[in-house]
């Protein structure tokens, strides 16, 4: 099967119903079709999925990840920490999470794998991204 980038991703032709899709559509493919349909909630296929998004979106330094995080509109990040082994960094208007009730655990993980796979292909190295706190 055939690896598909953004320059075939971003090619969107709806003249009737446009570019723009509801939050709660993807909301319900996330958290009611992923996290409630697979074992473990998903988490290993988010995982999967997350990591090769952000290795797809081909940004070549993290001022670039930081920039295309905020462009498509997955969130706003604010990098409080960073050194040459570790980053920390808050994500302000989640597409997941921003507006639900706490229900009491973290379901941004889909959003920490791009993250992940971006960053281990801007680095070229193995990374780990952990979330610490949800909503």
């Known amino acids: 099967m055939r690896k598909l980038g953004m320059a075939e991703i971003a090619k969107i032709n ?4 446009g570019r723009q899709v509801p939050l709660e559509v993807f909301r319900l493919l996330r958290l009611v079709g992923i996290r409630g349909g697979l074992p473990m ?3 290993s296929v988010t995982a999967t999925i997350g990591r090769e998004i952000g290795k797809s ?6 001022e670039e990840l930081l920039q295309l ?9 604010d990098v409080l920490e960073r050194s040459e082994s570790h980053l920390l960094t808050v994500l302000d208007d989640c597409l997941v999470c921003k507006g639900m009730d706490n229900i009491g655990e973290k379901v941004c993980d889909l959003e920490g794998a791009i993250i992940e796979g971006a960053v281990s292909a801007i680095t070229d190295k193995t990374v780990r991204v952990t ?5």
């Open 131 to 135: 979330e610490v706190k949800c909503n």
């Open 14 to 17: 709806r003249p009737k119903l």
């Open 41 to 43: 909630g998903g988490k």
């Open 69 to 77: 995080l905020q462009a498509y509109r997955i969130a706003i990040p």
């Open 57 to 62: 979106l081909g940004c070549r330094t993290m």
